[in-house]
């Protein structure tokens, strides 16, 4: 079992839809979760950084972790079509590297 | 300071050729990594440095490839004799210790091994 799963998708969804993006990770341990989002081509680029459980709210983004089902999660409200990237889910591991997941391709339509 | 910066952006070699990346972090971060990423994958941890000291070197990280940071500022990523499974994205990413999992990223270098 690979330690953070991610579904690649790719997820097509229309202007002003709210996304949902998921990831499971398998080790309790785990304290530190991270959403990026990356551009074709480009450095991923740090969204969101939470600790623990609980929500976090950024602008029109939110991430949410839930350590009793493994369970995070990335919701952009409102999305526009400038939304359309790779979004990869990452956890802190014990050597202080990140651990990611395959990522997930959203595509916005206008 | 701009975030991290990456050199060269692209480079193409032949197979058994030497390659040298460089990478120049955020200015006051203390922690610089290494990752590798592979088309349709997420970045894979290679190695990081704490200052100029390399504290953890992922299995991924044959003996063909070195990484140092010799002052504990920029940092150097050499792959031997390339082979083209070595063809990727590196990136570099820099933190604060006091907060390492808020990793910044560069814009990466895309190497390919012909």
């Known amino acids: 079992q690979k330690e953070v799963e991610q579904d690649p998708g790719p997820l097509s969804v229309p202007e002003g839809a709210i996304v949902s993006l998921n990831c499971t990770y398998s080790?309790?341990?785990?304290?530190?979760f991270m959403w990026y989002r990356q551009y074709s081509r480009k450095g991923p680029e740090l969204l969101m950084y939470t600790y623990s459980s609980g929500n976090k709210e950024d602008g029109r983004f939110t991430a949410q972790v839930d350590k009793s089902s493994k369970y995070i999660s990335l919701f952009i409200r409102d999305s526009q079509p400038s939304d359309s990237a790779t979004y990869l889910c990452?956890?802190?591991?014990?050597?202080?590297?990140?651990?990611f997941g395959k990522g997930t391709k959203l595509s916005v339509k206008p | 300071d701009t975030g991290v910066s990456q050199d060269p952006r692209h480079k193409i070699t032949k197979r058994g050729q030497n390659v040298t990346f460089r990478c120049d972090p955020i200015s006051e971060h203390n922690r610089l990594y290494w990752y590798r990423q592979t088309l349709g994958q997420g970045p894979e941890f290679l190695t990081y440095f704490q200052n100029e000291a390399q504290l953890e070197k992922s299995r991924l990280l044959s003996d063909r490839f070195s990484a140092e940071r010799p002052k504990g500022s920029f940092s150097t990523l050499e792959i031997q004799r390339t082979e083209q499974g070595d063809s990727a994205m590196y990136l570099c990413?820099?933190?604060?210790?006091?907060?390492?999992?808020?990793?910044?990223f560069g814009p990466g270098t895309r190497l390919t091994v012909t």
């Open positions: 080790n309790s341990a785990f304290q530190y």
């Open positions: 990452a956890v802190e591991g014990s050597q202080g590297n990140l651990i």
């Open positions: 990413a820099s933190s604060l210790v006091t907060s390492s999992g808020e990793q910044y």
